[in-house]
């Protein structure tokens, strides 16, 4: 508690001095550095117009000057009491300093007395603690757990033990537990307010190694193989007392479990070890897991697996655990492809064949009949004939007498996608056909029958054609981007038929031919298309309407390669 005199009190007439002040007891407190004392004193004479009131007390380290008698400025500290306690309790006093004290009365009206005689006390200075300690046993086989007790003296507010194995306590009776053997020295740090002090016992603990032999290791492994992903059962069968042990896999991972279950998703020879140990040593066993990969299994589909030559048949892979694949087509054609197709030109019955394999090895062969049919008229060789894209009626095409007679549907040859019969035979690097369109059924004004060289047999490949139409005349038209539009530039408006046309290929160069007498021809126009060597070349009809054939003859065919 504290309270502050104000300065006017001097002003006022001042009472006698208080009869003696007097210490009645000093005490110490449990804080480190800060003592404490009480003061007891008789009290101040008063008169009956002016009772006391209060007293304050004044201290500080340094002396009043003699000649103050009333004011207390000269100390550094003050605490008031009210005037029915005789006594006042300082608190938070520093160890070994001197302190001085006076004690003033006042009245209800401010009113205060001379200050009483100086009273002075030293406090005490805390000495230094003295460590000391004692172990429950110091001697023993690992492991050994020894209990200190600390018997240090003094005031000691902390403790820092060092047991000479590199580890420390800060409690006050610490447990320790000794795993190694060897002779350790300990040491005890005992700290008060008064400093720290450190009593060591050299060699103090003395651990033995236990009589008890290391462990043997030995472990049971099922299945020690298979195939991945393989689940293995591991289970410690070691014998001995066991501290510790240690699983290493073989594919860095571990475990200290006494049962492991552990699955081998990869392919590859894993050796798995186990390590025991107790304070005396350690023993490893070491097994060997094999696992294998899967072996793959060969399967797929093909679309269509019947049809006329020549036949496109599209090959799906399906196989499971399969990285490579090896394809015969039956036909003396193979592939390596993932979902390779093959065209079969002739009639038979083929076996197509797949060996897939993989990490696990190669599968076993897995086949598919394809039946193809031949022509359902007769076509000399080398000609084929084959209906491309969606025509919705079959197309068909014979020869005799040096003529051919071709039946066909199809919406157009036109677009980004042609529909139509085609009859046609290989063709590599340049070349040259000629042909008279004898006749062609009006189906519709924009029916085409003429000569092509086409990229492939696919509805949106690449191409160039000179045809004859029923009420357009010549159309010179090709696509130049498989996939890409199709381009038109008309010949002889009026041209009907028997009609000649003819159509030259010269590198990538395209050029279309008119002609009345198949003797003088008049050039309709040329394109660059950028076609692959080895070509198709041969004898297109479409009836521009998928709901009937159109009939078209053709004769005087001639192809020339250059």
């Excluded at 001995?240 to 392919?267: C, E, H």
């Excluded at 076993?364 to 009949?369: F, Q, R, S, Y």
């Excluded at 021809?521 to 521009?544: D, E, P, R």
Aim: aromatic share 10%; glycine share 8%.
């Amino acid at each position: 508690m504290s309270a502050t005199v104000s300065r006017s009190m001097l002003l006022k007439p001042i009472w006698r001095l208080l009869a003696w002040v007097s210490v009645l007891s000093v005490l110490f407190t449990a804080q480190a550095f800060a003592a404490q004392i009480k003061l007891g004193w008789n009290p101040s004479y008063s008169s009956s117009a002016n009772p006391v009131a209060g007293y304050v007390v004044y201290y500080g380290t340094s002396p009043r000057p003699l000649s103050e008698t009333s004011s207390g400025d000269a100390y550094s500290s003050h605490v008031k009491v009210s005037t029915d306690v005789l006594t006042a309790t300082i608190d938070g006093l520093e160890d070994g300093k001197t302190y001085y004290f006076a004690i003033q009365a006042y009245d209800s009206a401010t009113n205060v007395s001379n200050l009483s005689e100086e009273f002075s006390y030293t406090t005490a200075a805390f000495a230094v603690p003295s460590a000391s300690f004692s172990a429950n046993t110091t001697s023993g086989v690992a492991p050994l757990t020894v209990t200190f007790a600390n018997s240090s003296t003094g005031n000691v507010t902390g403790w820092l033990w060092n047991f000479g194995d590199g580890t420390t306590s800060a409690d006050k009776n610490p447990s320790k537990a000794y795993s190694n053997a060897g002779t350790y020295t300990v040491s005890l740090t005992a700290t008060g307010p008064g400093g720290s002090n450190t009593a060591t016992k050299t060699g103090y603990i003395s651990v033995s190694k236990p009589t008890t032999p290391a462990p043997s290791a030995s472990f049971n492994a099922t299945p020690t193989s298979g195939v991945a992903s393989l689940v293995v059962t591991l289970i410690d069968t070691s014998t001995g007392i066991i501290a510790s042990r240690l699983w290493d896999l073989g594919d860095g991972t571990t475990s200290t479990t006494p049962k492991v279950s552990k699955t081998y998703s990869a392919a590859g020879t894993y050796a798995v070890k186990l390590t025991v140990t107790n304070a005396s040593g350690s023993t490893t066993t070491t097994k060997t897991i094999s696992v294998t990969a899967i072996a793959p299994v060969a399967n797929f589909s093909a679309t269509p697996t019947s049809g006329t030559a020549p036949l496109k048949v599209e090959f799906s892979d399906s196989s499971t655990n399969a990285t490579s694949w090896s394809w015969n087509f039956g036909d003396g054609n193979t592939s390596t492809l993932q979902n390779p197709s093959n065209t079969y030109l002739k009639a038979g019955t083929f076996t197509a064949s797949l060996i897939a394999s993989g990490p696990g090895g190669a599968s076993t062969v897995k086949t598919v009949t394809i039946t193809v049919k031949a022509d359902n008229t007769v076509l000399p060789a080398p000609w084929l004939q084959k209906d491309i894209g969606a025509v919705n009626l079959a197309g068909s095409a014979g020869y005799t007498n040096g003529a051919y007679t071709i039946k066909g549907a199809g919406t157009d040859i036109w677009g980004k996608s042609d529909s139509f019969h085609f009859v046609y035979q290989s063709l590599t690097g340049d070349g040259t056909i000629v042909a008279r369109v004898s006749s062609l059924t009006n189906t519709n004004g924009w029916a085409k029958s003429g000569v092509m060289i086409r990229e492939s047999l696919d509805s949106n490949a690449r191409h160039a054609m000179v045809a004859l139409t029923p009420s357009y005349g010549v159309a010179f038209q090709h696509r130049a981007v498989t996939a890409g539009l199709s381009t038109h530039t008309a010949g002889a408006v009026a041209a009907k038929a028997p009609y000649w046309v003819k159509l030259v290929r010269s590198g990538n160069m395209f050029t279309a031919y008119q002609s009345a007498n198949g003797t003088t021809w008049t050039k309709v126009g040329s394109a660059t298309i950028n076609m692959i060597t080895n070509v198709y070349v041969g004898l297109a009809l479409t009836s521009h309407n998928a709901t009937v054939l159109n009939t078209t003859t053709l004769n005087n065919v001639v192809i020339t390669r250059n």
